[in-house]
């Protein structure tokens, strides 16, 4: 199994900044992919970044430019940047692992979630 903690996380108004860090534990040797999904009230999660083993990033459309995902494989960690938040940020946010209990499939493990509140 792979365990997932969150921190960070809270209310921040509209153009500020706040970072999520996620430290994971457990078989961290088989992890592959790692990520952030938010979800909205009334909405399905969504992802809103991720990061391979080697560095590789991809992110949504609606925060292109604006969040930076990194990740320390030797302090099995994972982050989230945001910048120039906007009140349709506000959600609920998942850190996220992909992970091989075999070779040749794939698990979810996912984050307790952190609240984030983009608001005047």
């Known amino acids: 199994q792979v365990q997932l903690v969150q921190s960070g996380g809270g209310l921040v108004q509209p153009g500020g900044s706040l970072r999520l860090s996620c430290v994971a534990s457990?078989?961290?040797?088989?992890?592959?992919?790692m990520g952030w999904y938010r979800q909205a009230p009334g909405k399905q999660r969504e992802l809103v970044a991720s990061i391979t083993r080697g560095g590789t990033t991809k992110y949504a459309g609606s925060v292109k430019g604006r969040f930076t995902i990194s990740r320390d494989n030797a302090k099995n960690t994972v982050d989230l940047q945001m910048n120039s938040l906007k009140p349709e940020d506000t959600a609920v946010y998942y850190c996220?692992?992909?992970?091989?209990?075999?070779?040749?499939?794939?698990?979810?493990?996912w984050g307790q979630g952190t609240q984030v509140i983009v608001s005047s």
């Open positions: 457990g078989r961290i040797f088989s992890i592959n992919d």
């Open positions: 996220n692992a992909k992970w091989s209990p075999v070779i040749g499939l794939q698990s979810d493990s």
